[in-house]
């Protein structure tokens, strides 16, 4: 921190720093050594005890739930507070890895206070503790390394496990911010890439390798990273207002419905519509999409390989058009139209659609009428 500091301390090109990468047990539970035996006898830290007692109400349900099975139990050691088990290993394990990365991070912060956050390897569904990477920042442990942690600003998943929307919801189920620091390198991550920024709010989406990409521009995230700096100024505006969504599809999951304003907006993966190449193909590309509202009947689409329609939330009996739709990109934060789409491009004012393959934004105005 302290080089940091003096290389880059005006210039500010590190923006956050990760303390530690992926940490956790493997192939135990927990450490066994006879110094880690001891302190397992020892009572449960009255500082995690006092975390408990004041956020019960909030607590992950998985981990009140191991907690309730003892009878919310406020005294006694590791076994008599959480019950015996490689739960409870895990959960000791967690409290002695956090605070040890809570140590370094405030260490680190008073040299040179930059956010600074933990990443962990995803647990697989249906393994015990000791079969995966066990005690690290995960889920089911975010209140445990909350208490011990407090100079770590937030808890992020590495993701090499497809269940993208699962893990996402968790790490955020208690108003934490998303940020994603690794994710396999694969053809899904441009549209996840947008998806997180416009669902989540994502401080950031990271893959994992992607300088070793020869031609970054021509990749599907190169183009999708570039639509969204160029969103940058649309989305710093309206986040946190309730003007911004993401979507993400594919072939399991084709649909889903939005509401922004007035209006409900159903989007579809663009193969849906039986003309659009590739529709019949066995496996269908990822699609992701954000869509933010700039005014009552004012909105921009962008993303990849979505179609979308639209009906109004309160009064079935009005019907929706479209009066206009620009396709054009950001420059200088200024739009810039690039050209007017017809009849063609939006089937005759059905929907508004961005074809897979394209990385497009779109502004549309919708209108009401009976």
């Known amino acids: 921190m302290g080089f940091i500091k003096a290389y880059d301390g005006t210039q500010h090109t590190v923006i956050m720093v990760q303390v530690e990468n992926e940490i956790g047990m493997l192939p135990s539970a927990r450490d066994h050594h006879p110094l880690a035996n001891a302190v397992f006898q020892k009572p449960v830290p009255a500082e995690l005890i006092k975390y408990l007692q004041q956020n019960k109400e909030k607590l992950v349900p998985e981990f009140l739930q191991i907690w309730k099975n003892q009878g919310y139990k406020t005294a006694g050691n590791w076994e008599e507070i959480f019950g015996k088990g490689l739960h409870t290993d895990e959960i000791f394990m967690a409290w002695y890895y956090a605070l040890f990365a809570n140590k370094i991070t405030a260490a680190g912060k008073k040299i040179h206070p930059l956010p600074m956050f933990v990443n962990a390897a995803l647990n697989r569904p249906g393994r015990e503790p000791g079969n995966y990477p066990s005690a690290g920042p995960l889920p089911h442990l975010m209140d445990v390394w909350k208490a011990a942690g407090p100079a770590i600003d937030f808890l992020a998943p590495d993701f090499y496990n497809p ?127 954000m869509l933010i509202q700039t005014g009552e009947d004012e909105f921009y689409l962008a993303g990849t390989g979505v179609v979308v329609t639209f009906k109004p939330v309160s009064d079935p009996a009005l019907n929706i058009g479209i009066l206009k739709v620009d396709e054009g990109a950001f420059e200088q934060n200024q739009w810039k139209v690039l050209r007017h789409l017809n009849g063609d491009q939006t089937h005759q004012g059905r929907h508004v659609r961005i074809p897979h393959g394209q990385y497009g934004v779109q502004r549309f105005e919708l209108y009401r009428y009976q």
Do not use: C
């Open 163 to 289: 269940d993208f929307k699962h893990w996402n919801d968790l790490y955020t189920r208690q108003g934490d911010p998303l940020f994603v620091p690794e994710h396999r390198f694969d053809p899904t991550v441009a549209a996840k890439a947008i998806y997180a920024i416009g669902h989540y709010h994502a401080l950031g989406f990271s893959p994992f390798s992607i300088e070793s990409s020869e031609k970054p521009s021509e990749e599907g995230l190169g183009k999708m990273y570039q639509l969204i700096n160029s969103l940058t100024p649309l989305i710093t505006t309206h986040q946190g207002k309730g003007k911004i969504e993401g979507v993400l599809l594919d072939k399991t999951n084709v649909e889903t419905i939005v509401r922004l304003g007035k209006y409900e907006f159903t989007f579809k993966h663009e193969f849906t519509l039986g003309w659009s190449p590739g529709a019949s193909a066995t496996e269908w590309p990822m699609a992701g999409a």
